[in-house]
């Protein structure tokens, strides 16, 4: 009898604290939707005012591992993100293909805090930059970059990045935390 009330107790708890969080996460979607809006009604033009930023990247024969960092930082410092965000960016392989050699990097992002200096959760930036060994040597390096669980490929120059897609990434994370048992 003592184990069934205990189930019981158990399965309780379950449903309350998952329609609390659930509750939390819509919550938060709302503060953030209408922090939004009252940021767009205040500034109507603001989505038109944004600028296009290009970046010129290095040409094939030019190209190094640690100047693909470089560059990558100088891209990503270009993104309209808050100052909370902190990133550290690793060089994870290099890929030799028939017509190309491909450097593979990635960029973990994270929102340490003072009370959780160690993050729950963090999200990663892939990059891929692309060396041709057909075209001509004084061409600029190919570059790609995707979110973690995104496969759609991103150049730079021609999307513009955006702070929800890391935001999004931590979120489902640490929904898929919440949801499993330890």
Known sequence: MDDEYEHILAESANIIINEAMKNAFDHLRYM????????????????????????????????????????IEEFISTWEIHES????????????????KQYHYQVKWSIPTRRKPIPYATACVYFIIEVS?????TLPVEVYYFTESNRLKHRPNETRFREKWLK???????????????
Not at 91 to 100: G, I
Not at 133 to 137: A, L, T, V, Y
């Open 85 to 100: 965000w902190l990133h550290c960016i690793d060089f994870l392989r290099a890929t030799e293909l028939e017509f190309s």
């Open 168 to 182: 999004d990434i931590i979120e489902s994370k640490m929904f898929l935390m919440e949801t499993v048992d330890f």
């Open 133 to 137: 060994k057909i075209k001509p040597s």
């Open 32 to 71: 953030e939707q209408s922090q939004e809006r009252t940021s767009q009604d205040q500034n109507p033009n603001k989505t038109s005012s944004y600028k296009k930023k290009t970046m010129a990247w290095t040409a094939c024969k030019d190209f190094t591992v640690e100047l693909g960092k470089q560059q």
